[in-house]
């Protein structure tokens, strides 16, 4: 019994330190889209982030007022300019699409941070909107995804 504890934990541990890699952006898009600068008066500016330890093994859909993105891995990002107004962002979670509703004004960044949390059967994954201080300082550790 204790064996095939430990090997599940030892499974387990793999899935979720392991690393994973999608399609990158341009180097070049990417570091213009350091600098934070205000998208137009007309549009909203949205970053979904991935930059954490767990569950580096797994890639989730990611999904912007019902288009896909695309997969997230660690330490990549997403950045598209919509119109002001409501926004869903939508990650695939171990059941279904976990979604975060959130009304932006234009002129104005967004940051929003995918996260995995331990799941039943795999790894879920679920979105929070944080503050520009935290999504400016986790997007400068990320790199552009395609």
């Known amino acids: 019994m204790k064996k095939s504890l430990l090997a599940g934990l030892l499974a387990a541990s793999v899935l979720f330190t392991g690393c994973a890699s ?5 180097p070049k898009a990417d570091a213009q889209l350091k600098t934070f600068a205000a998208p137009p008066a007309d549009k909203s500016g949205i970053y979904i982030y991935r930059n954490s330890f767990v569950g580096q093994a797994l890639k989730k859909d990611v999904y912007l007022n019902g288009e896909r993105l695309g997969e997230t891995a660690n330490k990549v990002y997403f950045y598209r300019q919509v119109a002001p107004g409501k926004q869903t962002v939508s ?56």
Request: proline share 2%; no cysteine; aromatic share 8%.
């Open 22 to 26: 999608v399609p990158m952006g341009d």
């Open 91 to 146: 990650t695939e979670s171990e059941f279904s699409n976990n979604d975060l509703d959130l009304i932006t004004n234009g002129g104005q960044n967004y940051f929003i941070e995918q996260y995995i949390r331990m799941g039943v059967f795999v790894g879920g994954a679920n979105v929070k909107l944080v503050s520009d201080e935290e999504g400016k300082k986790n997007v400068l550790e990320t790199k552009l995804a395609k």
